[in-house]
């Protein structure tokens, strides 16, 4: 029950609390298991990509150590390891580590929508023959018979619930296609050069 003189005594409440000029207890534990999960994301990343990424070469030793452990026990013991090296880390060195993990979550997004374009770019070709004539419209140089005959035999394989080997050849020839070949990249490179 609130004591009704509290106020009359002559003081404030707050003149006895505390100031505190650091960080609570929850704010650094927050802090330490955002640290240790950068640590997680590192050691989920293929051991060539973690390679690249700048930091101190202890940090990166224990990752990649972490990566090797199979036994469970073992690898949450290194995984808190992994997290107590991360927390000597700098801000700078923090926000480095960021940046190049949002580069490569960007770069696989972008990978993905190529992707799925060009699955529609194939669905299109199996459902309309006028999506055809529009490829060769952009591609002269392509292998028109070749094409016609895998359209021709994915339809079949659907029909028929075999196989989509013609299915994926198209798609391979359509990745093909959209990436540049060496001679478009020289070209590429020379007309840079001439700007």
């Given at each position: 029950m609130p004591n009704p003189n509290r106020g009359s005594c002559g003081f404030q409440s707050n003149e006895f609390e505390q100031e505190y000029d650091r960080p609570s207890k929850s704010q650094l534990k927050r802090e330490m298991t955002a640290?240790?999960?950068l640590g997680q994301e590192l050691v989920d990343q293929?051991?060539?990509?973690?390679?690249?990424?700048?930091m101190p070469e202890d940090v990166r030793?224990?990752?990649?150590?972490?990566?090797?452990?199979?036994?469970?026990?073992?690898?949450?013991?290194?995984?808190?390891?992994?997290?107590?090296?991360m927390r000597t880390l700098e801000e700078d060195e923090i926000a480095a580590i960021h940046k190049v993990l949002d580069s490569w979550k960007g770069a696989s997004k972008a990978e993905t929508a190529a992707m799925h374009a060009l699955e529609r770019r194939?669905?299109?070709?199996?459902?309309?023959?006028?999506?055809?004539?529009?490829?060769?419209?952009?591609?002269?140089?392509?292998?028109?018979q070749h094409l016609r005959t895998l359209i021709r035999n994915a339809r079949?394989?659907?029909?028929?619930?075999?196989?989509?080997?013609?299915?994926?050849?198209?798609?391979?020839?359509?990745?093909?296609?959209q990436s540049p070949t060496p001679a478009q990249t020289a070209e590429q490179d020379d007309d840079e050069e001439q700007e």
């Open positions: 640290l240790q999960d293929p051991k060539d990509r973690v390679k690249r990424v700048p030793d224990a990752i990649l150590e972490c990566q090797k452990i199979k036994d469970h026990e073992g690898r949450r013991r290194q995984l808190q390891y992994v997290g107590k090296k194939r669905e299109k070709l199996l459902a309309n023959d006028d999506a055809l004539t529009e490829l060769r419209a952009k591609h002269p140089d392509i292998d028109m079949k394989e659907q029909a028929e619930n075999k196989p989509p080997k013609a299915y994926r050849e198209i798609f391979q020839i359509l990745k093909q296609l």
